[in-house]
């Protein structure tokens, strides 16, 4: 699998973010700045959302915190969206979290 590009709306410390990794293939960066962050989210949204989290439609707490901002917004919903490549297939994944931690995955 190779990830081709994502997108974080409220996500961390992450207002808004769009990087395309087809152009990009280092993260560099001041400390404290999110780049642990977004390979945090990645691994979440690819490796951690199991299928017992799935069914319920809700996060873990442990994972939610890992995810939600480090802030308080106003936002009703915190949006994730991975594009990649499976097996020459392209597929898009799209994660909303919503205030109550509950969450739809499409």
């Known amino acids: 699998m190779k990830i081709k590009s994502f997108e974080l709306s409220h996500i961390k410390a992450f207002k808004s973010l769009r990087v395309d990794l087809e152009r990009t293939s280092v993260l560099i960066g001041q400390n404290d700045h999110g780049k ?43 949006r994730i969206t ?14 909303t979290v919503r205030a109550d931690l509950t969450f739809t995955k499409g």
């Open 82 to 95: 991975v594009s990649y490549d499976d097996s020459g297939k392209e597929k898009v994944l799209h994660i």
């Open 36 to 78: 642990s962050s977004i390979l945090k989210v990645i691994d979440i949204v690819l490796n951690q959302l199991n299928d017992e989290a799935v069914s319920a439609g809700a996060l873990h707490p442990d994972l939610a915190e890992r995810l939600l901002p480090i802030f308080p917004v106003k936002a009703k919903a915190r």
